[in-house]
């Protein structure tokens, strides 16, 4: 009886999981998701809630390609690569094919050279974001200390919100 009762509740639960999950994809504009992940310079067969709509058959596929192809055009530009690198994000050179990597590359360590600075660790880190090591060797020593100086100040005010 005991075994026929969790069974039981056991399905009631996967159901109630099933249809959450087909609520909230049939909810997701399809366009703006795609375009979205391609413009983080991901492919969409690394995005996890792409795969589990696709699974339970509720993903408009035109409009995934379509939003994909769009986000992929934004982020394939060599300033868009240099916006990253001043943004301390790594990036995905194999995505843009269409252009040079020499290019890319080039633009990419221009802003990384703007980002990976004493100055800009330090507001980075007081800005509660984590560090994805992305500056060279030489880059990295001078901007960790700023870093660390700002995020242990992030956290210090963090915890004393959280305590009162």
């Known amino acids: 009886m005991k075994r026929l009762l969790f069974l039981s509740l056991l399905l009631f639960l996967s159901a109630c999981s099933n249809w959450a999950l087909k609520d909230r994809c049939e909810k997701t504009n399809w366009f703006e998701y795609s375009r979205d992940v391609a413009f983080s310079?991901?492919?969409?067969?690394?995005?996890?809630?792409?795969?589990?709509?696709?699974?339970?058959?509720?993903?408009?596929?035109?409009?995934?390609?379509?939003?994909?192809?769009?986000?992929?055009?934004?982020?394939?530009?060599?300033?868009?690569?240099?916006?990253?690198?001043?943004?301390?994000?790594?990036?995905?050179?194999?995505?843009?094919?269409?252009?040079?990597?020499?290019?890319?590359q080039e633009r990419y360590a221009q802003g990384l050279a703007n980002f990976c600075k004493a100055e800009s660790g330090y507001s980075y880190g007081s800005a509660g974001k984590v560090y994805k090591n992305v500056c060279i060797k030489r880059d990295e020593e001078k901007f960790m200390p700023g870093y660390l100086k700002g995020r242990s100040e992030y956290l210090v005010r963090t915890i004393s919100q959280l305590e009162k």
């Open 41 to 104: 310079g991901r492919y969409l067969d690394e995005d996890g809630f792409i795969k589990d709509c696709k699974g339970v058959d509720r993903i408009s596929a035109v409009q995934v390609d379509l939003g994909f192809k769009s986000g992929r055009e934004r982020y394939c530009t060599y300033e868009s690569f240099f916006r990253n690198g001043e943004a301390g994000e790594p990036v995905n050179f194999k995505m843009c094919d269409n252009l040079v990597m020499y290019n890319m």
